[in-house]
């Protein structure tokens, strides 16, 4: 039995809506928000005045501790994910009692073995790119510490502002892959959730991808950046 064949026509329609919400979700809402009005984009220009008051600041130690912080998040999110990837490894190569295993439960709709290991590598890789992004933050990260550690003590505006912006533009990469590896997690439920049945994996993606943006664009957290990049940018 081929995959294709293990896959009812509703299997493949849910699945096609989720790689298509999972793959285009971060190109889609840049797209729609124009570079304003969503956390991920305002916390660039918001990361961009930090550099740059950090390129101006005597005792840069603060900074470090900051950034280090949120390496040290990093770090926890990645060590999780890995043992996300372990035990969802070790269920698809579990064979066929794994799959008796599965399959004796009632709430879940798997009608072959081939099925079941489909679903499974699909909650696999979904966890496993957000492995891969997490790993990249963190090396981004540690050469965000490097730029801030060996920023001068310079008195020149220009010199400030100018490194305060390259320092960003590698800041912004960093954070930006950490904010992907976060998702994987949202994307990696409505993955799982495909166990439960087509219809019910069409629903829970819907409702990660609405919750996602639901609160890029209308959380409170949303509301109070978008305000405070006004005030940045001076209205």
Known sequence: MNILSALSLADMAALAVFLALWLAYEPMLKAVARGRGV???????????????????DNKFMDGQLLGHTLNSASFFASSN???IAGAAGVLFGGEGAFKSASSLEVLKTSSRLLF?????LVLLTLARGLLDFIW???QMNYCLAVIGAAPQSEDAAF????????ARLMNPALSAFNRGV???????AAASWL??????????????????MRQ???????????????????
Not at 117 to 121: G, M, R, S, Y
Not at 160 to 167: E, L, T
């Open 137 to 139: 933050a963190i090396r």
């Open 82 to 84: 890995l043992l996300l």
């Open 117 to 121: 290991e489909v679903q499974i590598a």
């Open 160 to 167: 400030q502002a100018a490194y305060g912006d390259i320092a």
């Open 217 to 235: 664009r209308r959380s409170p957290a949303a509301r109070a950046i978008r305000d405070l990049r006004r005030l940045i940018e001076g209205g």
């Open 39 to 57: 956390i991920n984009t305002d916390m660039t220009v918001i990361r961009a005045a930090w550099m740059r008051t950090m390129a101006g600041r």
């Open 196 to 213: 439960f049945g087509p219809l019910a994996f069409v629903m829970v993606t819907l409702a990660a991808v609405a919750l996602l943006v």
């Open 183 to 189: 998702r994987g997690y949202y994307f990696g439920l």
